[in-house]
């Protein structure tokens, strides 16, 4: 049976935090694929999901964020899509154990719909066999993270719907605009919501781009035309900082950012984790706010 989301939704849930960062700091250098650890140093992998459980997530993602035929291509890696997106899921389903769920991560392409320079036909069929993938290797639900084009997400959300029957969760970048609360090409949290209905997703959020205390309006914004949908917040651990030497840092530490949780709450987020510099000390600040709340 199908997990449902909105029962799941009956109380708010604690997600993970950064991916990407996390392995960086366990040696994977960067401009690499974190996918290729999946199958090349999975131990790692499994580390980072692991920590995450111990810091009391309910729900931890999956390394698969460019696991996609596109994406990977620059890597050289291009056919190897279906092996390392079911790899990601299945590292990530041995460390949650009977106790936490798995979401599997889908990122953009890096392709621009708009632009009409690969068809719509392949940018689905690449969705479609990542998700197909990460259902093979265990994941209870799907998210489509950090996408910033309208279309795209149109395109990743049939794809999902038609090549399994796991829940869908549609999560884009709100970060741009004269509020802010817009995504690079310019569509609203509104616009995320239409969309998502139409393609009968089972919920929306936002993630990326931001700090939690600017998540909190685009969550008030999702939630007044969300119309029931449960929604998805990850905001970052504040706004990135550049260090002289081109290292980015993010300045946000745990017990700040779990501090925003109850005005989240109060907004209207269901699932609340952490993005870009968000680690398990943040996971486990906001699980201990979460179930103050609870």
């Known amino acids: ?18 991916w990407g960062t996390q392995l960086q700091a366990g040696g994977l250098p960067a401009g690499a694929a974190p996918e290729l650890w999946n199958v090349e140093n999975a131990p790692r992998v499994l580390a980072v999901a692991q920590a995450y459980v111990d810091a ?18 620059a890597h050289g ?20 154990g009977k106790d936490v769920l798995v979401f599997g991560s889908i990122g953009p392409t890096g392709k621009i719909v708009m ?12 969705f479609a066999q990542t998700a197909a993938a990460l259902a093979r290797g265990g994941a209870d ?14 395109i990743a959300m049939r ?22 609360t817009a995504t690079m090409m310019g569509n609203t949290p509104g616009d995320l919501v239409r969309a998502a209905q139409e393609a009968q997703a089972d919920a929306v959020g936002a993630n990326c781009g931001l700090g939690p205390q600017d998540c909190v309006r ?17 905001p970052n651990a504040g706004l990135p900082l550049v260090a002289a030497n081109g290292a980015t840092t993010f300045p946000m530490g ?41």
């Open 115 to 126: 632009m009409q320079d690969v068809p719509e036909e392949e940018l689905e069929l690449a």
């Open 141 to 154: 639900a799907i998210v489509l993270e950090t996408f910033n084009e309208l279309d795209e997400i149109k």
């Open 159 to 180: 794809a999902v719907k038609k090549a399994t029957d796991l829940p869908v969760i549609a999560s884009m970048t709100f970060a741009s605009g004269p509020d802010k």
């Open 254 to 294: 745990p017990d700040e950012f779990a501090a925003f949780v109850p005005r989240l709450v109060a907004a209207g987020a269901n699932f609340i984790g952490g993005c870009c510099g968000a680690t398990p000390r943040h996971v486990r600040a906001v699980r201990t706010i979460v179930d103050r709340t609870r």
């Open 77 to 96: 890696l291009g056919d190897r899509a279906v092996e390392l997106a079911q790899a990601g899921a299945a590292i990530s389903k041995q460390a949650a």
């Open 56 to 73: 009391g997530s309910e729900i931890i993602l999956t390394n698969t964020f460019g696991a996609n035929r596109f994406a990977l291509a």
């Open 1 to 18: 049976m199908a997990l449902d989301l909105k029962k799941l939704a009956n109380k708010v849930r604690v997600t993970d935090g950064a």
């Open 218 to 234: 685009i969550c008030e914004l999702l939630r007044s035309a969300a119309a029931g949908l449960p929604i998805w917040i990850k």
